[in-house]
Nanobody, 125 residues
Framework: QVQLVESGGGLVQAGGSLRLSCAAS????????MGWFRQAPEKEREFVAA????????FYAGYVKGRFTISRDNAKNTVYLQMNSLKPEDTAVYYC??????????????????WGQGTQLTVSS
């Protein structure tokens, strides 16, 4: 069992930066691949980024690549999402999730075992 708690959301102006954190409980954190998803009002939940258990592998959705960076600190049981050059269209509730699926399957929310409750990011224009 893994419990996930996101933090760091808030209101930021377009062009600004913010870092989200996701703290995980449980001693098996390092064995899970981690992902960030987001969901805007009246839209489907969409993939943002994922990282392997060892941090060697990362991949991103095209609409955030070059602006967002996912990382993890297994000693702290925490995964981060550094977001730069934010745009109003990045406004959404951001969720972290844990998965034991194959790395190539991490862009599909159905392949995740555990989810946090989400943190709101609002980017003003």
């Amino acid at each position: 069992q893994v419990q996930l708690v996101e933090s760091g959301g808030g209101l930021v102006q377009a062009g600004g930066s913010l870092r989200l954190s996701c703290a995980a409980s449980g001693r098996t954190f390092g064995s899970y691949k981690m992902g960030w998803f987001r969901q805007a009002p009246e839209k489907e939940r969409e993939f943002v980024a994922a990282v392997s258990g060892s941090t060697i592998g990362t991949f991103y959705a095209g609409y955030v690549k070059g602006r967002f960076t996912i990382s993890r600190d297994n000693a702290k049981n925490t995964v981060y999402l550094q977001m730069n050059s934010l745009k109003p269209e990045d406004t959404a509730v951001y969720y972290c999730a844990a998965s034991d699926a194959n790395f190539s399957e991490l862009d599909d929310y159905r392949n995740y075992n555990y989810w946090g409750q989400g943190t709101q990011l609002t980017v003003s224009s």
